[in-house]
């Protein structure tokens, strides 16, 4: 099962996505884990990711493209997976396309959480991360036991820079302009689905679970 999360940033793709992974035992791969992975651990991917996620901006494709394929080669994806903000942009998509079929593979489903841009504002301005061990809560959703602590690890609790709304607003734009089109290319291959990600996560993750189980 080969599965693509699309959706704006903050339209909840990632929780669905680790639900799905979870159910079928395939990995949740997210470039956004990896990208914040190697900024705490100040590796050089990082630091030039940390330049563009801090600014809303995408990272560009090279930094992205061949740590994603590379990662399809470990054991854990033989049956499959659920790609979670990759591809990006039209050309990931390609890129990706070329690399599955030469394995003679392609994606299955293609899965947008549709929600409005005013929701995804409200819902991403009350986004913590823990400096810690990188678990990220909701202050209306999915509140700590305790504010501003980690119920993890005991770490602060901050508003990540990506996760102000000046720069949800920006992030939302370079999503409209290069990532949307996505919609309209899987729609074309004809393994495009999509649902009301204003709804329940239950039922949204019911709905997703419907699409890859008819």
């Known amino acids: ?23 079928y035992d395939i990995p949740h791969i997210s470039t956004g884990d990896i990208f914040r992975a190697n900024i705490k651990n100040g590796t050089e991917l990082g630091m030039k990711a940390k ?13 992205v493209v061949d740590l994603v394929v590379d990662r399809f080669k470990n ?12 591809p990006r942009t039209i050309p990931q998509a390609q890129a990706l396309d070329t690399a599955l079929e030469k394995n003679g593979d392609a994606v299955e489903y293609a899965i947008d959480v549709d929600v409005p841009d005013s ?28 504010e501003g602590i980690c119920d993890t690890c005991g770490a602060e609790l901050i508003l990540r820079e990506d996760d102000k709304p000046e720069t949800v607003e920006k992030r939302l734009n370079v999503y409209h302009e290069q990532t949307q089109p ?11 689905k999509s649902v009301d990600g204003t709804q329940d996560m239950d039922v949204i993750f019911n709905e997703i679970n419907n699409i890859v189980e008819s």
């Not at 330049?51 to 930094?63: A, F, K, R, T, W």
């Not at 996505?182 to 495009?192: Q, R, S, V």
């Open 1 to 23: 099962m080969k599965v693509i999360m699309l959706g704006a940033p903050g339209a909840g793709k990632g929780t669905q996505a680790k639900k799905l992974a979870a159910k």
């Open 51 to 63: 330049v563009y996620m801090d600014q809303g901006l995408l990272v560009p494709d090279e930094l």
């Open 75 to 86: 054991p854990d994806c033989e049956k499959g997976y659920v790609l979670d903000g990759f």
């Open 119 to 146: 929701s995804i504002i409200k819902r991403m301005s009350g986004r913590r991360a823990c400096v810690g061990c990188g678990a990220t809560y909701h202050l209306v959703t999915i509140p700590p036991k305790k």
């Open 182 to 192: 996505l919609i309209n290319y899987y729609n074309t291959k004809g393994i495009l």
